[in-house]
């Protein structure tokens, strides 16, 4: 190059040469720069490098635009598990327009500093472990036109501040932790086309009315935000809103009167889970474009339009679990789209139409729970895309048409509680028929044979009506799960694979069945074993295997006993115990029945109280659901459980286990758990009491964590697994599980049955790794119980928070936390002494897992109520809050 400037001639050339290749060598150092910054262990930025001869530009990830010269105007780097942090020389890039990290791992507050990119239009960090408040500051994006912070953990009030952002075109802040009231600012964005606040569960504010003056909105998503009050009337004014979701708030009263025929570009409407009332959106249909119509769960009432017929793209309508009434608006069946309808739990009347065959997009029918009359239709049978219909709990009569379940891809027939009669019509097409339920009618005649070859039947359920012949041994070949005849008239033998594999129950009420277990033992045979039959636990077949008996059990030796097993008896039982134990293994399985059931059990299995010869009590928990360990495995794994003896662990006796069982046997505590003794209209220990309680559980936990070898953890900690002795000393109990069921068959099971249990960490929901802090995190749960006095999940109420977000809601509003204190303690010396455990139970329960206590420190600050404790004092203002991660 030195010897090109030589030349006079080629100065400006290369004045402009010098120029260009120092822009870009300085675009290039800006990101390799940005590069330095970033933990990148899958290598996605290897072309990001000098030496790879590959110019800047093409480097992955990187947009340029052409003018002035080539400058980077667009960064793409989502999900590719970066971390680290984003540095403000990005900034460098002078012409950077698009800033895209969504879906990585920044775990950082909301890089502010990014405001001093002059170009930045669009700026992407969704998904990623952003956590801290939206600052004041958040003013200085006032150029941004896209700003999407959605799915991470950012918390605390939206600052009126973020009303400067006029330019926002895009503005997503859903599935956050966001607090408070929601800023009368909106109505700044005019420029506004998609909003975003759903899945923020803290908020608690109004619908800010001044949306409604967004003209150019096109998408508004509030869902699951905990908005509350009146939808305003100004939402008439999104003249241009395509889609909009309100569900799951606690929005009260009417609908704005025209907002149905004001929004002419609807395609979605969703308010479900309210509680609004009134009528039906009239000129809802105006538009033509709807396709998704929700209303369910509200207290909707009066009858629905035929009008609903102009809806002429409607694909799903749900209206279920309303006060509808009227006759059912049977224009629907003339929608040529239509594929869902759920009105169920509603009080329609009239009949359903043949008409109904015109719907040949039709996938899913439920009706359940009205007032129809009139037969089932014969249209029924000839929409061929049907694979639901239920409409049980009506009144529909008449017989069943022969083609009800004609449609090839039919699996779920519920048509139980109606008044139907005549016989049950050969079912030969509905080869994928799951579920077939016509319980509780009039239909007589025989059980057609032919459901015998139905290849994927397995829930039938022909109870309470007036059939009559035998049970055809074809049936066998199904693998029902249900198999419910009871209450007909059947007669004859009932094939002995459908006597021993299902409850006798389902067979009762047919005096004219016989056969072994049965009340009349059919005439030809002799009853093997009486006792088969009559109970319905897999502990029936025990019996017979454990008929050895008697075992007993010096103490402190570990003695392992083998059973031989009959032959033809399913599995080898072995048992193992850790205790003096004078206990047979007839006491234990005859002990285990419906009475001796102690609630409804975990996910893991039941429970059993059980009272030996001696008058002790043990109590028993059948494991089901549990992986298949080798048994020496499985006894070395329940030893290690079993081994440890702390005062607030319950103490492991035995085992005993078969190829499909495993029972755990536990010292038995008087008192129940906490869980029932909180639930209880008479719940009135005094705090001293509560206290013992808490630092109990807390040194269990910090002996599970910490003192015990190997160090475990509980993983399903809550407040019906803390059992209380005569003196009200806690004792864990169902802990490490997880070790005894193995690894996968514990996440399966807890993430199906518990996926949502507020004992949970937030962090369970991302993250596959059990840690400490999600024990501490329910221990900070528990602690709530019994500062509150209430139950941490009230399933029984719709509308009840589960108790972290009613503590936190609460806990922000002036004097909140006094009234968070179980009012049913009134001495105020216990108070200060409750406000402080308050403190601990926030921390414990703060968002971020790396800012809860440890168990240690936990137990040293509830020893020691006097002294100095290790989280900051004073409740109440909100940097408070924030501090502890709510
Ligand atoms: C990406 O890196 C993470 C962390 O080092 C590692 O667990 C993962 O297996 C890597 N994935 C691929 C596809 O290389
Ligand atoms: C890339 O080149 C610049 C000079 O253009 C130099 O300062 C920097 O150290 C180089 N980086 C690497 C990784 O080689
Ligand atoms: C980027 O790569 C493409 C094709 O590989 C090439 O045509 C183009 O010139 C490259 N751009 C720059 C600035 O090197
Ligand atoms: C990110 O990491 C996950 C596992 O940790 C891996 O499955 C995925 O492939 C990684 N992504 C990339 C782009 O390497
Ligand atoms: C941000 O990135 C995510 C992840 O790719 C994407 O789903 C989302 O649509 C992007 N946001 C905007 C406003 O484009
Ligand atoms: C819903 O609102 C009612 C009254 O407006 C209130 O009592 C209730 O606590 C609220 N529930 C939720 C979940 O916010
Ligand atoms: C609907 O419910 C309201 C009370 O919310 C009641 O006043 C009205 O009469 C009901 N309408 C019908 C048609 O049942
Ligand atoms: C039937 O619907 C009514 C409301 O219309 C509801 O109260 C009742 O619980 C429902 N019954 C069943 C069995 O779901
Ligand atoms: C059929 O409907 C009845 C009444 O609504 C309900 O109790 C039952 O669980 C349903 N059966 C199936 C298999 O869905």
């Keep these: 190059m030195a010897t090109l400037c030589k030349y006079p001639f080629l100065l400006s050339l290369c004045f402009t040469f010098i120029m260009f290749s120092s ?5 290039a150092d800006a990101l390799l720069n940005f590069k330095a910054f970033i933990d990148d262990p899958n290598h996605s930025l290897s072309s990001w490098s000098n030496n790879s001869g590959v110019h800047h530009c093409n480097w992955t990830g990187i947009t340029c635009i052409p003018t002035p010269s080539l400058y980077v105007s667009s960064i793409d780097l989502q999900s590719l598990n970066l971390s680290g942090e984003i540095p403000s020389s990005i900034c460098d890039l002078p012409y950077l327009s698009h800033l895209n990290l969504a879906d990585n791992l920044f775990n950082q507050p909301i890089p502010l500093h990014l405001s001093e990119c002059s170009s930045l239009e669009t700026l992407n960090l969704s998904k990623n472990l952003i956590w801290g408040t939206i600052p004041d500051q958040i003013s200085q994006f006032d150029a941004l036109k896209v700003l999407d912070l959605s799915k991470n953990h950012i918390e605390g009030k939206i600052p009126e501040s973020i009303g400067s952002l006029v330019h926002l075109q895009v503005l997503n802040l859903g599935s956050n932790l966001l607090s408070g009231t929601v800023p009368f600012v909106f109505g700044n964005f005019a420029e ?15 619908v800010p009315t001044d949306i409604g003056k967004l003209e150019k909105l096109e998408q508004l998503f509030l869902q699951r935000s905990g908005f509350l009050g009146e939808i305003p009337e100004s939402f008439v004014g999104l003249s241009n809103l395509i889609t909009l979701d309100l569900s799951q708030n606690n929005l009260t009263g009417k609908l704005p009167q025209t907002l149905g025929s004001s929004l002419k570009n609807l ?18 249909c105006d538009g033509k474009g709807l396709k998704f119509l929700s209303l369910h769960t509200n207290f909707f009432n009066g009858s629905i339009p035929e009008s609903i017929s102009k809806c002429l793209n409607l694909e799903i309508f749900q209206v279920q679990n309303n006060g509808f009434s009227g006759d059912f608006p049977n224009g629907l069946w003339s929608i040529p789209k239509v594929m869902l309808v759920r009105a169920e739990n509603n009080r329609f009347s009239g009949e359903l ?4 065959s015109k719907a040949a997009q039709l996938e899913q029918v439920q009706i359940d729970n009205n007032s129809f009359t009139g037969k089932i239709p014969q249209g029924l049978g000839l929409v061929k895309s049907l694979y639901r219909f239920s409409a049980s709990l009506n ?17 779920i027939i519920n048509l139980s509680h109606n008044t139907l009669s005549g016989q049950i019509p050969e079912l030969r097409k509905c080869r994928k028929l799951v579920s077939l339920s016509l319980a509780d009618n009039s239909l007589t005649g025989e059980i057609p044979p032919s459901l015998a070859d139905l290849p994927v039947l397995t829930y039938l359920d022909l109870s309470h009506n007036q059939l009559s012949g035998s049970i055809a041994p074809g049936l066998q070949n199904l693998k029902l799960a249900l198999f419910n005849v009871s209450f007909n008239q059947l007669s004859g033998r009932v094939p002995s694979s459908l006597i021993s594999g299902l409850p006798a129950s389902f067979l009762e009420g047919n005096p004219g069945l016989c056969g072994p277990g049965l ?6 045979e002799h009853p093997k074993h009486h006792s088969s039959g009559l109970t319905t636990l897999t502990c029936a077949l025990i019996s017979i295997a454990f008929a050895m008996a008697m075992v007993i059990v010096a103490a402190g030796v570990f003695v392992f006993h083998r059973f031989s ?9 072995r048992s193992v115990f850790f205790y003096p134990l004078r206990l047979t293994e007839h006491d234990l399985v005859m002990g285990m029945d419906e009475k001796s059931a102690l609630g409804n059990g975990g996910p893991f299995g039941r429970v059993y109280t059980i009272s030996l010869p001696s008058g002790e009590l043990v109590a028993i928990k059948k494991l089901v659901n549990f992986g298949t360990q080798p048994s020496k495995a499985l006894k070395a794994q329940v030893k290690v459980l079993a081994k440890m003896r702390h005062k607030n662990i319950v103490k492991i006796l035995g085992f005993c286990h078969s190829d499909e069982s495993i029972f755990l046997i536990f010292e038995f505590l008087q008192k129940g758990s906490l869980g029932d003794l909180i639930c209880r209209p008479d719940f009135e220990l005094q705090w001293s009491a509560r206290l013992r309680i808490a630092t109990g559980v807390a040194q269990g936990l910090a002996y599970l964590h910490k003192g015990y070898v190997p160090h475990l953890l509980h993983r399903n900690l809550k407040s019906t697994n803390i059992l209380l002795d005569a003196d009200y000393e806690p004792k864990l109990t169902d802990f490490a599980i997880d070790r005894i069921v193995g690894e996968a068959p514990f996440l399966s099971t807890i993430t199906s049955e518990f996926a949502h249990s507020c004992y949970n960490a937030p962090e369970c929901r991302y993250s596959k790794k059990a840690t400490e802090q999600m024990d501490v995190y329910s221990f900070g749960v528990v602690l709530l119980e019994l500062i509150t006095g209430r139950q941490a999940e009230d399933i029984e109420s719709l509308d009840s ?13 002036t004097n909140g936390a006094l009234q968070i204190l179980d009012p049913k303690i009134s001495s105020s010396s216990s108070q200060k002494e409750m406000l402080r455990a308050l403190e601990i139970a926030l921390h414990c329960t703060a968002v971020m897992p790396e800012k809860r206590p440890s168990m240690i420190e936990v137990v040293k600050t509830l020893e020691s109520p006097n002294s100095g404790s290790c989280v900051p004092s004073t409740l109440g203002s909100e940097e408070q809050m924030q501090s502890v991660g709510v």
């Design 23 to 27: 822009a870009s060598t300085q675009e």
């Design 192 to 206: 506004l086309v998609v909003l975003d606040l759903s899945q923020n569960a803290y908020l608690a504010s109004a």
């Design 267 to 284: 395609v979605s409407f969703d308010v479900s889970e309210n509680k609004l009332l009134g009528s039906f959106p009239s000129g809802i």
């Design 353 to 356: 139409l043949d008409s109904i």
């Design 395 to 411: 009144g529909f009569s008449g017989e069943i048409p022969p083609n009800f379940c004609d449609s090839p891809v039919m699996s």
């Design 519 to 524: 009340p009349n033992p059919c005439s030809d």
């Design 565 to 573: 097993k009959r032959k033809s008896q399913p599995g080898v039982w």
């Design 801 to 813: 928070l589960d108790i972290v977000k009613w503590v936190r809601r609460k806990v922000n509003i």
